[in-house]
């Protein structure tokens, strides 16, 4: 059977139509919530706004982490790397800028590239998808080479179409791509796992961030980007690992966002041509798309790349384990680095008569 006679029985959506395609097959196609509106929406509700009470809204900012990282290499130029998205991307209930999402992967980036690495933070607390282009426009304000976004999980508590967010989420990977710049989503983390949201809520919350982060998965790859399933990386019960939650028990601590990092730095590094092994291979294969979603949401530290020349049909999935024993991140550069770069680099050029 051909292609298009495929997709006209249904049966295969055109790329650019999957995102929306996995989000209503995933609303509609389990009956165990379709009588939410029912008797217990009530009682959701309610559940809802004692969780929202518990955790409260956040009045702190995530320490900030943007600077400059590693030892570069002589006469090796910085790389620039940004860090979009929101809380989970910013390092809200980190005590230190250093264990901060950002400069973790700026830190692993300089230590096996051997490369200084810039980092911009442009993560809002509280953003949800349609935020990113604001984002988006501050991160490109300068040559950019990596991008990794975290996001997703305000647009499940605020209730945001799963198709929306997801066309949201696609438009500002295609920018970024379109600018020449690796792109990496850490998809929507599994909201079942926080210890505030009781029983059924937690069980919905569960579902909810699995149908949004198959979607955002189909849209990162439809735009060239690569996926990794964040999922329930923090185990399943936080009665297990309490030490992995932050003290208001929504956000990660440090130790959490260490275990985050982890699942995207081997995506990062790979695609920025690291040699040497990033990671302890379980399985690869090629999926179609929206499948490899469906798993991938339900599997946390799946990565889920775009396959060539597929049309958007087809996705690598990828498990694997990272590498322990890599030795610790790169910290901030040396100051007296930065001075000589800046006076190896000489004043800027002056523009040309006439010029701008």
């Known amino acids: 059977m051909s292609a298009d006679s495929a997709r006209r029985r249904g049966r295969i959506p055109r790329p650019g139509r999957r995102a929306r395609y996995v989000a209503v097959k995933a609303a509609y196609g389990g009956g165990a919530f379709g009588g939410i509106a029912g008797a217990t929406f009530a009682l959701l509700v309610t559940e809802a706004k004692l969780a929202r009470r518990v955790i409260g ?13 590693g030892r570069g290499r002589r006469g090796a130029p910085p790389l620039h790397l940004a860090v979009l998205g929101d809380s989970a991307a910013a390092g809200l209930g980190c005590e230190r800028a250093d264990q901060t999402p950002g400069a973790l992967i700026a830190g692993g980036i300089a230590r096996d590239l051997r490369r200084r690495v810039e980092l911009d933070v442009v993560a809002v607390t509280g953003a949800q998808s349609a935020d990113l282009d604001v984002q988006v426009g501050r991160a490109l304000r ?122 995207l730095l081997p995506s990062v590094l790979t695609s920025l041509g690291v040699t040497i ?52 991140p790169e910290g901030l550069t040396d100051p007296s680095e930065l001075a000589a770069d800046a006076a190896q680099a000489g004043p800027p050029a002056e523009p040309a008569p006439g010029g701008y």
């Open 57 to 69: 809204t956040p009045t702190e900012q995530a320490p900030a982490a943007a600077g400059s990282y």
């Open 142 to 263: 300068r040559r950019l080479d990596v991008a990794v976004l975290i996001i997703g999980a305000n647009d499940v508590t605020h209730r945001v179409p799963v198709a929306k967010a997801a066309h949201d989420l696609a438009r500002a990977v295609r920018t970024l791509r379109a600018a020449g710049a690796v792109v990496v989503v850490g998809t929507c983390p599994d909201l079942g796992t926080v210890k505030p949201v009781p029983q059924p809520l937690r069980t919905i919350a569960a579902h909810w961030s699995r149908r949004m982060a198959a979607a955002q998965t189909v849209a990162t790859v439809e735009q060239d980007g690569i996926a990794v399933s964040l999922g329930d990386l923090l185990v399943r019960d936080f009665s297990e690992q309490p030490h992995l939650w932050s003290a208001d028990r929504f956000h990660p601590s440090a130790d959490g966002y260490r275990r985050i990092v982890d699942a």
């Open 277 to 328: 092994p990033v990671s302890v291979p379980i399985s690869d294969s090629v999926q179609d798309v929206d499948l490899a979603a469906q798993v991938a949401s339900q599997e946390p530290g799946v990565e889920v790349d775009p396959v060539a020349e597929s049309g958007g049909r087809l996705a690598r999935l990828r498990r694997r384990l990272p590498l322990v024993g890599r030795g610790a």
